[in-house]
């Protein structure tokens, strides 16, 4: 069954979700990537991603090259800007990252979060009771260090945020899917009833 990273346009079979970080650093082994293939991964315009980085949502990328970082943070916006503002987001990475274009600041590379949170999206069906909660979302962070106490419960927090907005997203798009549906045999009853009365 194929499923897409959650904020990109790219697919892979469940089974490979764990080594979606291998095959995101392997595009980096030379160095940083181009907007256009960070454009490619997203679905975004290049004039979306270059406004981000003008209103601060990201640092600047070096010589037109973009971190893996950098993707990181736009593939989270791009994930997150269906279900919340702008300016939530903004405040949500905020909370761990400080000032969003400086990344000196950071409690946490947004590669690291966002990979942390794909292993969380690949369980989701696991996170139904809170006990269960805690337990995944303390095996998707080990290893990492607090770089300032308290620093782990704030990135959970996030960590949590981010995982019902892909629900919710998950669950809309369903919803649409659902109704489309019902529309479109409506349409076909519609048309059945025009044409008897024609008749």
């Known amino acids: 069954m194929q499923w897409r990273i959650p904020g990109t346009v790219l697919e892979i079979s469940r089974q490979e ?19 256009g293939q960070v454009c490619s991964i997203t679905g975004l315009e290049p004039y979306t991603v270059q406004n981000w980085v003008k209103r601060g949502f990201l640092s600047p990328p070096q010589q037109k090259r973009y971190s893996l970082r950098q993707l990181c943070r736009i593939i989270i916006i791009n994930m997150l800007k269906g279900v919340l503002p702008m300016e939530r987001i903004c405040g949500l990475l905020t909370y761990i990252n400080g000032q969003l274009d400086d990344e000196s600041d950071d409690m946490i590379d947004d590669s ?15 996170l139904d009771r809170a006990q269960q909660q805690e337990t995944i979302l303390e095996e998707v ?37 659902q109704l489309a549906e019902i529309e479109s045999k409506e349409d076909n009853n519609e048309r059945k009833r025009n044409i008897s009365l024609e008749a």
């Open 112 to 126: 690291w979060l966002y990979f942390m949170f794909l292993r969380l999206a690949v369980r989701a069906k696991e």
């Open 141 to 177: 962070m080990a290893g990492y260090e607090e770089p300032v106490p308290g620093a782990k419960k704030q990135v959970q927090q996030v960590l949590r945020i981010m995982l019902l907005a892909y629900l919710a997203a998950r669950m809309q798009r369903e919803a649409e899917k």
């Open 17 to 35: 979700a764990d080594r979606v970080h291998e095959r995101f650093s392997a595009m980096f082994m030379a160095g940083g990537i181009a907007l």
